[in-house]
């Protein structure tokens, strides 16, 4: 079983930034990639980044491009969330979720285990 437990979230400004962690129980065989989502009132669950541990490739959604940056610490088994020029539109509940994904990395179903969720909120 793995446990991921998301942290850094809070209230930051239009244009601010915040940097969300996501740390993983452990790191095995089962969970060789490590997602973002996010869900915001009265919408559906969306996909923001992910990222391979092995090779370290990144992917994105394109509302998130060039302001959002995923990266990985392995000896640490965490992976974080830079997120850059923030905008009220970004306001979102934000789960970090792991598992055996090796294409199409914006379906939350292919994801088998999920963190508790951070809150981020963007006043304009």
């Known amino acids: 079983q793995v446990q991921l437990v998301e942290s850094g979230g809070g209230l930051v400004q239009a244009g601010g930034s915040l940097r969300l962690s996501c740390a993983a129980s452990?790191?095995?065989?089962?969970?060789?990639?490590t997602g973002w989502f996010r869900q915001a009132p009265g919408k559906e669950r969306e996909f923001v980044a992910a990222?391979?541990?092995?090779?370290?490739?990144?992917y994105y959604a394109d509302s998130v491009k060039g302001r959002f940056t995923i990266s990985r610490d392995n000896a640490k088994n965490t992976v974080l969330l830079q997120m850059n020029s923030l905008k009220p539109e970004d306001t979102a509940v934000y789960y970090c979720?792991?598992?055996?994904?090796?294409?199409?990395?914006?379906?939350?179903?292919?994801?088998?285990?999920w963190g508790q969720g951070t809150q981020v909120t963007v006043s304009s």
């Open positions: 990222i391979r541990w092995s090779g370290g490739s990144t």
């Open positions: 452990t790191r095995t065989i089962i969970t060789p990639t």
């Open positions: 979720a792991a598992g055996r994904v090796f294409y199409d990395y914006g379906n939350g179903k292919k994801y088998d285990y």
